[in-house]
C-alpha cells in the first residue's frame, strides 16, 4: 500500500514539477467549429441563396442588417444611408477603419463593384441577391 501512495505522489509531482518548468503549451491559433446539420453548397455572397446563407452571415459582413421581425435596417458597413424618391439610387456613408483580410481597405469602389457584380449574376442566372 506504501509504494502505491508513494507512486501515486511521484507521478503529481511529476506533472506539477513539469507543468512550472516547461510551463503550458502556448496556443498560436484559434479554430472556430461550426456543425451544420445540411450541405452547404457554397459561400459565394452573390449567387448563394440556399444553406450557405447560415454560414456567409459568419465570415461575410453587410452594408445593412435587416430584421425580419420589425421590418428594420441597421448599419453594419453602412453607417448611414439614403435613396432618390423613386428607389434607383442609393447613398451609404461607410464606416471608416473597414480592411479586407488582405488589408485593403473598404472603399465606396469595392462596394460598387460588389453590387454591380451581385445584380449582374442575379440577370444572368436568375440566383442569388
Known amino acids: 500500500m506504501g509504494v502505491s501512495i508513494s507512486l501515486v505522489v511521484l507521478i503529481v509531482v511529476s506533472f506539477i514539477a513539469y507543468h512550472y518548468i516547461w510551463g503550458t503549451p502556448e496556443i498560436k491559433q484559434r479554430v472556430i467549429v461550426y456543425a451544420y446539420n ?26 445593412l442588417h435587416y430584421n425580419p421581425a420589425t421590418g428594420e435596417l441597421k448599419p453594419v458597413l453602412a453607417v448611414a444611408w439614403n435613396s432618390s424618391e423613386d428607389g434607383t439610387e442609393w447613398v451609404f456613408r ?22 454591380e457584380r451581385a445584380r449582374d449574376i442575379y440577370r444572368e442566372t436568375g440566383r442569388g441577391a
Not at 56 to 62: A, P, S
Not at 94 to 115: M, W
Open 38 to 63: 445540411d450541405r452547404i453548397t457554397g459561400i459565394d455572397p452573390s449567387i448563394e441563396d440556399d444553406t450557405g446563407l447560415v454560414i456567409i452571415g459568419l465570415v461575410y459582413e453587410q452594408l
Open 94 to 115: 461607410l464606416r471608416e477603419g473597414v480592411v479586407f483580410h488582405d488589408g485593403t481597405p473598404l472603399n465606396s469602389t469595392a462596394v460598387k463593384l460588389s453590387i
